[in-house]
């Protein structure tokens, strides 16, 4: 499932055709993907100019003169398609702004588009509890364990909880985890302050420098304009079970709710 990162390099794909351009033509091609198109998606979007574009968490933002913001969410396997050769039958929505076309593609239809009223935006179900965003000003350590205080959970549970902190998923919080020395199965509230502040500035890190990759690929993720991510390769721990760990220990892999959890007994502790 694409992760904050892939977002991020999506919107910056975005941004290079969109910013600026007015929307000529939307065609939702299909009634729903997880959830139905908004009824008057081609409406309030046919005609409008493109003011912003931006990021919530996993959440693609498009705002408009008109006061909307056209919200997306890329679920297990979608990406938008800038300028497409052809469109083909997963291209669920398509916008045309005169000079580009944008072809939403999603083949397990498991993402889904909203529209809203962009000064409603913090309201929106989906951000209402929402912590802090991990690359912004307010995810520092101090709001990081005030969060964390009293909670016998396992860090990476809660780093995973989306009203501790916005936006992270399963393979930044490994990396982040092994890169602060932090076992995943730590009690969260016993922290200390010290390796929260590394553990801030490790989440920091590993989502810049895949950011700055261009995302992950994991199966069918690739950025707007085709190319894939490259921060796979530089993985310290996550896919990388049996296979030597920065630190020179092994990497091991547990299943936590399903998920794969991927650390390093030696340095994470």
Not at 182 to 188: D, E, N, Q, W
Request: hydrophobic letters at 40%.
């Amino acid at each position: 499932m694409p992760e904050l990162p892939e977002v991020e390099t999506t919107v910056a794909g975005l941004r290079s055709v969109l910013d600026g351009a007015r929307l000529v033509a939307v065609e939702p091609r299909r009634a729903d993907l997880r959830f139905p198109f908004p009824v008057d998606l081609r409406q309030r979007l046919t005609g409008a100019q493109v003011v912003a574009l931006g990021r919530r968490a996993k959440y693609g933002l498009i705002d408009t003169d008109r006061g909307d913001t056209m919200i997306f969410h890329l679920g297990m396997s979608g990406r938008w398609r800038i300028d497409p050769a052809e469109i083909g039958k997963h291209d669920h929505l398509l916008l045309h702004t005169g000079q580009h076309d944008l072809a939403l593609n999603d083949p397990r239809r498991f993402g889904f588009v909203d529209l809203v009223s962009s000064s409603a935006l913090s309201a929106y179900p989906a951000f209402a509890a929402m912590g802090p965003e991990p690359l912004g000003p307010d995810f520092t350590a101090a709001r990081l364990a005030a969060s964390l205080s009293g909670r016998a959970a396992p860090i990476k549970a809660m780093l995973l909880d989306q009203r501790i902190v916005a936006g992270l998923g399963n393979i930044y919080v490994c990396e982040a985890l092994n890169m602060a020395g932090i076992a995943p199965t730590c009690a969260a509230g016993g922290i200390s302050k010290a390796k929260l502040a590394h553990l801030v500035d490790a989440v920091r890190d590993v989502l810049t420098a895949a950011i700055a990759a261009g995302g992950s690929t994991l199966r069918d993720y690739a950025r707007p304009n085709g190319e894939l991510g490259y921060f796979a390769k530089d993985w310290r721990v996550y896919g990388r079970e049996g296979e030597t760990c920065p630190c020179g220990g092994t990497v091991s892999r547990r299943v936590d709710s399903g998920r794969s959890t991927f650390y390093c007994p030696s340095c994470q502790t």
